[in-house]
């Protein structure tokens, strides 16, 4: 490999670690829902890609900027969100998780339906920032939407950390997600909790969406299934209910597919990710960071 | 009438499927990999009928045995994790198997036309029916009667010590190792014998559609294949059967004249079924009270 190949390759990289916030903030959310009802929303990506059309359908009537697209998109997260607690989650016994996975493949479904059904399967444009910024670091060029997307998911990330560390709300949810029964006891409503997790990962899911729909430039139904799987494979290389682990898997997995898809063509691109989630539950089953054996 | 015997033939082959992911969630594993298995099943059954010119049933046999073996393989390094990782693990295995098929290439010239898999352009010219002079009711007396034969199996099993194993590892994973069994062994087994199921439809299913290709295989049709049995319920094997006729039947063809709205209510219903019966349509209850009704007259005469 010679040096071209080599700034190449770096180039992709840094692409890919831009668009890996996009993961990052999936995984937040897959792993935000189940460290507090302790069952796995497989609704949760097309829910974002959803919430992602929502704010173009919000904006349809007049051009807004960006920025206000971005907004509405969280705002459709939120509601989404709730919606799918009261649908998926909130009338099934707790004790059965397959019937929630279950409802959650149905909701899967009936989301991407809906989104099909109202745009006709058509792909539709996404406006992105800052799309005609392009900062030049010696050979390497770095988008400005992707820079953009990745400032955004930060700033995400960080908002949300100070939430859930920060607050009674996130005091709250980090209670019922560790003792449901103690923490009711001690005065906590878990139906408020469950219900303002999920309007917290929908937010967090609409910008995700909205970011992805920003990088990609449009979007589109068959979105919903990559990212499901992504989002899913981030939760587990991060480790389940770990949030630093999320956001760091997040950008390695944003990044190596770059690389891959660089060196080795789309067509292979996800087989190696595949590799590395293996690799992981092989060696290391408790994701990056690891929690330390005997706690429940 | 060519259509409901295509139509009973979908069904008996996402029969298998389901079946074969009962079997897994018997042990209360929730595996995505099915479809894997199935798409194994196809590829290895098609190429030895369509390269090699084996027999049939040979082929089946061998596609049950790969899958079966690619299944245990998985099963143990699959079965260190439990729960959400577990479903994570089998999908993303799922989605490995697919990309390999979608970059697989192995043909050779037979005559004018090269035969064999060809990467994203999938396997076509699986002839084996039209070409031994099967006709689609031969095709459909023989898929049913494999389906019979694996429900049978699977309704043997279930009564048997074995069953009993794999429930109680199910139940309480915690309670059966105590009482002396091996959880490891109960999982891989059950994960085994639901790769030889699962290879045995992907067989057959490769041969009446006589063309497969990697999209076949994905995520939705992982999903489908534990939809089956958790719709149905865990009780018994025919209510896998009965959810299959329902979302297949009903569901898919049956509501066709709604057009584009049949695919909302698709998604909608499988949520409303789970809101309305969590332990699925055919539950420990309902058994009871079908018994009832069934044998009520027999009961108050005995009485």
Redesign the interface.
């Given at each position: 490999m010679d040096l071209l190949d080599l700034i190449d390759a770096v180039q992709s990289v840094a692409d890919g670690l831009l668009f890996g916030s996009t993961y990052a903030l999936l995984g937040i959310g897959f792993t935000l829902i189940f460290g507090v009802m302790h069952k796995i929303n497989l609704s949760y990506a097309a829910a974002s890609i959803g919430a992602a059309y929502g704010s173009l359908l919000l904006l349809s009537g007049f051009t807004a900027p960006a920025i206000v697209v971005f907004m509405a998109a969280a705002l459709c997260g939120g509601v989404i969100g709730a919606l799918v607690y009261f649908i998926g989650f909130k009338f099934i016994p707790v004790a059965n998780p397959l019937a929630t996975l279950m409802s959650t493949v149905g909701l899967l479904l009936l989301i991407d339906e809906i989104i099909v059904h109202t745009t006709q399967g058509v792909p539709l444009a996404y406006p992105a920032l800052y799309s005609d910024v392009v900062v030049r670091l010696g050979p390497f060029m770095l988008r400005g939407d992707l820079m953009f997307v990745f400032v955004l998911g930060c700033a995400c990330m960080v908002l949300f950390l100070l939430l859930l560390y920060r607050t009674r709300l996130g005091i709250a949810t980090r209670a019922v997600s560790q003792q449901p029964v103690a923490s009711q006891l001690c005065g906590i409503s878990i139906l408020q909790v469950n219900v303002l997790t999920f309007v917290v990962t929908g937010i967090l899911g609409g910008i995700a969406g909205a970011m992805s729909g920003a990088a990609i430039g449009m979007l589109s139904p068959l979105l919903a299934q990559p990212l499901t799987v992504k989002g899913l494979i981030v939760t587990v290389i991060g480790g389940l209910g770990s949030i630093p682990g999320a956001i760091i898997a997040g950008l390695i997995v944003g990044g190596l597919e770059s690389l891959f898809q660089f060196l080795r063509g789309v067509t292979e691109r996800d087989l190696y990710i595949m590799m590395l989630l293996f690799a992981f539950l092989v060696f290391r089953p408790g994701g990056i960071f690891a929690k330390a054996p005997g706690r429940d | 009438m060519d259509f409901y015997l295509g139509l009973a033939q979908v069904i008996g082959v996402h029969t298998l499927l389901g079946l074969s992911a009962y079997c897994v969630?018997l042990t209360?594993q929730?595996s995505l990999a099915q479809a894997a298995f199935f798409a194994v099943g196809a590829y290895v059954a098609a190429i030895l009928t369509v390269i090699f010119k084996w027999h049939l049933f040979a082929a089946l046999g061998v596609s049950a045995v790969v899958s079966g073996l690619t299944a245990c393989a998985v099963g143990f390094?699959?079965l260190?994790?439990k729960?959400?990782?577990l479903?994570?693990?089998t999908?993303?295995?799922g989605?490995?198997v697919r990309?390999?098929f979608?970059?697989f290439t192995y043909q050779i010239q037979a005559g004018e036309l090269k035969i064999g898999p060809h990467g994203?352009e999938g396997f076509r010219q699986i002839r084996y029916f039209p070409e031994h002079g099967w006709s689609t009711f031969d095709v459909l007396v023989f898929i049913w009667l494999m389906v019979a034969i694996v429900m049978a199996c699977l309704w043997w099993l279930d009564q048997s010590r074995a069953g009993a194993v794999m429930r109680a590892v199910g139940e309480d994973e915690v309670a059966a190792h105590s009482a002396g069994i091996n959880v490891t062994a109960a999982k891989v087994s059950a994960m085994t014998i639901g790769g030889v199921i699962a290879g045995i439809g992907g067989g057959i299913f490769a041969h009446y559609t006589t063309h497969i290709e990697h999209a076949q295989f994905?995520?939705?049709l992982a999903?489908f294949a534990?939809?089956y049995p958790?719709?149905g319920g865990?009780s018994n094997v025919f209510g896998t059967l009965l959810a299959v006729i329902f979302i297949q039947g009903f569901l898919i063809e049956g509501l066709r004249f709604l057009g584009?709205?049949r695919?909302?209510l698709?998604?909608?219903?499988?949520?409303l079924?789970?809101?309305l019966r969590?332990?699925g349509f055919l539950d420990a209850g309902g058994i009871a009270s079908l018994k009832r009704m069934l044998f009520a007259g027999k009961e108050s005469s005995g009485a």
């Open positions: - | 969630l209360s929730v390094p699959a260190r994790v729960g959400l990782m479903v994570v693990a999908l993303a295995f989605e490995a990309l390999f979608f970059n994203a994905g995520v939705i999903t534990i939809a958790i719709l865990l584009d709205w695919n909302l698709f998604g909608a219903l499988i949520v079924a789970m809101n969590p332990r």
